[in-house]
Structures are given as C-alpha cells and as structure tokens.
C-alpha cells in the first residue's frame, strides 16, 4: 500500500469509530431522558392534572349501544365496594393503599353495552381502556366473560368516601399480580375491537 493510501484509510477508520462512539452516547442521554420523564410524569402541575379529567367516559367500538358514562350513571348501576385494595408498580413498590373504593364492575358495563357478537363462536374481541394522557390496558373478552378476572375488573369513582383525584373515574384489576400496569387513572374511554 503507498503511504498516501495507508493514512488515507487510517483517517477513514478514525472518523468512523469518533462517530460511532458519539452516536451511542446520544442514544443513552435520550434514554436517560425518557425514563426520568416518565417516572416523573405524575409530578404533573395541579392544573395540568386537571385538563386531563374526563367527566365522561364513552364506550365504543363494536357495540350495540354506544354509552356516555358519568359518575352519575354510574352510580344508578350495581355499585360494589371494594377494600383495601393496593396499587403495586412494576418493582413491587406499594404506589398507593385504599381503604375502601366503590365503583362498577367493566363487565357489566360492557353487557349494557352489549358487545356484536355474531354467534357464540364470535367471542375473539379485545378490550382498551384509554386514558386522557393515551396510557392503556387491554383485556381479552375470555378474561371478562370466561375467567375470574371478570369479578375483579371495575371502573372506579370513589376512594375513601372521596372522588378520585386523578380522576374522576379510574379502571382497576383488582387480581393482577402487580395492580400499577392495568390501573388505568384519567380513565376517557372504554374500546372494543374484534380480532382481525
Ligand atoms: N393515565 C395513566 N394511568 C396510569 C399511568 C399513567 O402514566 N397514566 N401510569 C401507570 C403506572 S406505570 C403505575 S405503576 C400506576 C401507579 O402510578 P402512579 O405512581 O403515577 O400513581 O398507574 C398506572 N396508570
Ligand atoms: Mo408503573
């Protein structure tokens, strides 16, 4: 190789690994940027908090009956109490201890709703539970109509004899294994689609 070729590529070599080196610190502050955010997301302003309070939540998608419900409404349908029910994170961390909440069980409203289905066999249906923020849950129509999930999924309105503050209306799961992902606050609306 001439010596001019040799430093020719000697200088290629090196400006490839500056940029490669340069490119994954970028990736890592970005990183580092995302997850600060989101572990902080709840130290929201009080009025931020508020614009994202739905006094609604609307049920939608493949349903018969399109529903607007208010704690109102709500509260004309079977209310059930629940205690001590706990919001676990990811970790294990106890996010918050209620001792007593009231609300109503999804899966009645989703039989007031009354989902499409065309024979018995159409039963391949996925429930989202969105919030104003878009956080969501997902269940699957087995987990509400066939499986104990079922009695301890609710839409709640009340804690501790007092309305919801990231409110006004949260979606529970009340036996998952850790209740923080499918606790589902700023709760806007209530989806089902059909598996495609
Ligand atoms: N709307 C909405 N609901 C949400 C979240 C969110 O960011 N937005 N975070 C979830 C997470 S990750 C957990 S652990 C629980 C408890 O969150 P908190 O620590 O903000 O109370 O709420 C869940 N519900
Ligand atoms: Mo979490």
Known sequence: MKPQNYILVLFIAITCSMCNSSKKEDKIVIEKNASTEKEHHHALTEADSLKLVNHQIEVKGEIEFPLQLSIDSLQKMKVATISNFKIIGQNGDVKKDN???????????????????????????????????????????????????????????????????????????????KTGPRHVYWLKSIEVYRVK
């Open 99 to 177: 001792k007593i909440s009231k609300g109503v069980l999804l899966k009645d409203i989703l039989e007031k709703a009354k989902i499409k289905q065309k024979d018995h066999k159409d039963r391949n249906f996925y429930i989202v539970a969105r919030a104003s923020d878009d956080y969501k849950a997902t269940f699957s129509w087995a987990e509400i109509f066939n499986n104990p999930t079922g009695e301890n999924t609710y839409v709640l309105f009340e804690e501790n004899g007092k309305p919801i503050k990231n409110g006004e209306m949260v979606l529970i799961c009340k036996n998952d294994v």
